[in-house]
Structures are given as structure tokens and as C-alpha cells.
């Protein structure tokens, strides 16, 4: 299994709702990550778990909330969002953070705030 | 990590090679060239990935130039399916598994 499933696909809120991303991974990774992407632009780095530790933070609002309540799972909680946070949301995940290790992404979660 | 720069886009007839630069010149002894793909409505896709010496694995291969200040992803005979974004990337030993995208090269494959 190499797959990372994260859900929900296609998510819409408004700017006062609290809704949650969620990323599984069944390879035994044990490094996860959160991107961002815009159309037509390429993927951001926003968080970095090693072991289940957050480990980078590319200085993102607080809006914005990574868990990772055990090494197959990575949520990101949503809180108070802009419309310009509207994006895509990838999830990734490597066997560890060294230089060799492959990334797998999964196909993300399209965002809508409204 | 060292900056690259592709070109912004390319155009391959089906069947043919495709052969994508790459340019990172100021890169660093322990930095790596890697290449994704991302095919549109999907999440970015590893390649391949190398230090000085060419590779190659059943996706593609990579050129890597002596002075290591470019390199050159070759797809032997692309489809229509591998119609996508290409990136390069650099990583750098102890980054701590960040991999940092640049702009990209948009790849069509034309019948």
C-alpha cells in the first residue's frame, strides 16, 4: 500500500466555522507533512512532523493547526480562515526527513472559504 | 538550498524523448537534484534524484552535468500521460526533510 488517502476531497466553509483535514498513511512513514497550493503556483511547505513531533514550521497563522495523533495519521484544524486561504492542501509522507527519502503524496483536499 | 530555474514551459511529440533542463549553479557539495511531477488534480509524484552521477530508473533518466550546475531529466519516450508539471528541486543533507518547490517546467505531450 502506497497510498496517502486524505479527505474530505472538496471542502467549503465560511470564514467562522471550525472544520478539520485529515491525511492516513499506512506505510509506516514516519515523517508527514502539510502543503498549500494556489492554482498555478507550486506546492508550499507549511508543517513538518518527524515522530510524531512537530519539527518545521514554515511560520504559518495560528489559524491554522497541525496534529499528529500517531504516526499513520495528520490532521490540520481550520479555524477562522480568509478567503485567501482558499487552496489546494497536500499531505505527504516519507520514511524519515533525510535527504534520501522519498516523498508520496496524497491528492489533497481542494478548500473553499467563503 | 540553491535556487533552480527551468523553463516555464515545453512541448514533446508523442513518442519522441523529452528532455527537460535544469539549471541550479550555486548549489553545494551535500545538495541533491530531485525531480517531481505533478499531473494536474493530483499530488506531486517522486522521479528521481541524484548527486553527481547519472541515474536512471524505469520512469526517466538523469543527466547530471560534471560541475553539477545543471542537469537534464529525460523522459526516453513520453506519452500523453506524462503530460505535467516537472520540478527540480535541491535538497541539502540535514534539511530536515523539506522539499522546497520551485516554479516548475509545464510539459505538454502532443499527438
Known amino acids: 500500500d502506497t497510498e496517502v488517502t486524505q479527505t474530505p476531497k472538496h471542502l467549503v466553509m465560511g470564514m467562522t466555522n471550525k472544520k478539520s483535514l485529515k491525511c492516513e498513511q499506512h506505510m509506516g512513514h514516519r515523517a508527514m507533512y502539510w502543503y498549500k497550493q494556489k492554482a498555478k503556483k507550486p506546492p508550499e511547505l507549511m508543517f513538518v512532523y518527524s515522530y510524531e513531533k512537530l519539527s518545521i514550521n514554515e511560520s504559518v497563522p495560528s489559524r491554522f493547526s497541525p496534529e499528529c495523533p500517531n504516526s499513520s495519521l495528520l490532521n490540520l484544524h481550520l479555524h477562522a480562515l480568509q478567503p485567501e486561504d482558499s487552496a489546494l492542501y497536500l499531505c505527504?509522507?516519507?520514511?524519515?526527513?533525510?535527504?534520501?527519502?522519498?516523498?508520496?503524496f496524497g491528492s489533497g483536499t481542494q478548500l473553499s472559504v467563503l | 538550498d540553491a535556487k533552480t530555474t527551468q523553463p516555464p514551459s515545453m512541448d514533446c511529440a508523442e513518442g519522441r524523448a523529452a528532455n527537460l533542463p535544469c539549471n541550479h549553479s550555486t548549489i553545494s557539495g551535500n545538495e541533491y537534484v530531485y525531480w517531481y511531477r505533478q499531473i494536474h488534480s493530483q499530488g506531486p509524484q517522486y522521479i528521481i534524484h541524484g548527486l553527481k552521477n547519472n541515474e536512471t530508473n524505469e520512469m526517466a533518466s538523469l543527466i547530471i552535468t560534471e560541475d553539477r550546475k545543471s542537469s537534464t531529466l529525460i523522459l526516453p519516450h513520453a506519452t500523453l500521460r506524462d503530460t505535467a508539471v516537472y520540478y527540480c528541486?535541491?535538497?541539502?543533507?540535514?534539511?530536515?526533510?523539506?522539499?522546497?518547490f520551485g516554479q516548475g517546467t509545464e510539459l505538454s505531450v502532443k499527438p
Open positions: 505527504a509522507s516519507s520514511q524519515g526527513t533525510g535527504v534520501y527519502e522519498k516523498l508520496f
Open positions: 528541486i535541491v535538497r541539502v543533507e540535514g534539511g530536515g526533510g523539506k522539499l522546497i
